[in-house]
């Protein structure tokens, strides 16, 4: 099937040891291939929406962001543990973006400073408009799918990774 249960770790008690238990949800096991795509956003592109678009017209069912580097004239983050979208506008450069992406949404970070160096970063959310320009590389797992599915642990949406032959049989 291509999955296994991951690895339950017990230790002993005695004098220095703590008790714990690790445990985690099921994973695949098998290795998967990568393939990289070089993408260049142009200024007043916004990021959200020229990803999904490109992640549309190639297909792309396992990508994440390999790297990148740019600048942003529009900030657009929710903060941890909130509701509310948080809005910049300004100079900025981009610090990291990293996360994962599918053909049925993505779950991505992002890091910026100001022109003075103060950084902020949080969850990406539409609004995101590339000043100059913003230089992708991003990479695709060939043997794998990412999905998104209700985790009861956090209460929110979670990538599900499903190895691709075991879908197709």
């Known amino acids: 099937s291509g999955r296994m249960d991951a690895p339950i770790l017990h230790l002993r008690p005695g004098p220095g040891v703590t008790i ?24 007043g592109q916004e990021l959200l929406a020229a990803l999904r678009e490109f992640i549309q017209q190639h297909q792309l069912q396992a990508a994440w962001i390999a790297g990148g580097t740019g600048s942003l004239t529009d900030v657009a983050l929710r903060f941890a543990a909130r509701e509310e979208t948080t809005h910049l506008s300004g100079t900025f450069e981009v610090i990291s973006l990293g996360g994962t992406l599918e053909l049925g949404g993505e779950h991505l970070h992002l890091s910026v400073s100001d022109e003075n160096g103060a950084m902020t970063g949080g969850h990406v959310m539409p609004g995101n408009r590339v000043r100059t320009t913003l230089e992708l590389v991003i990479g695709e797992l060939t043997s794998l799918t990412f999905s998104r599915q209700p985790c009861q642990l956090s209460g929110y949406e979670e990538l599900v990774i499903t190895d691709r032959d075991f879908i197709a049989h």
């Open 20 to 43: 714990m238990t690790i445990t985690s949800a099921l994973v695949p096991t098998n290795a998967s291939t990568a393939r990289f795509y070089a993408l260049r956003l142009l200024p």
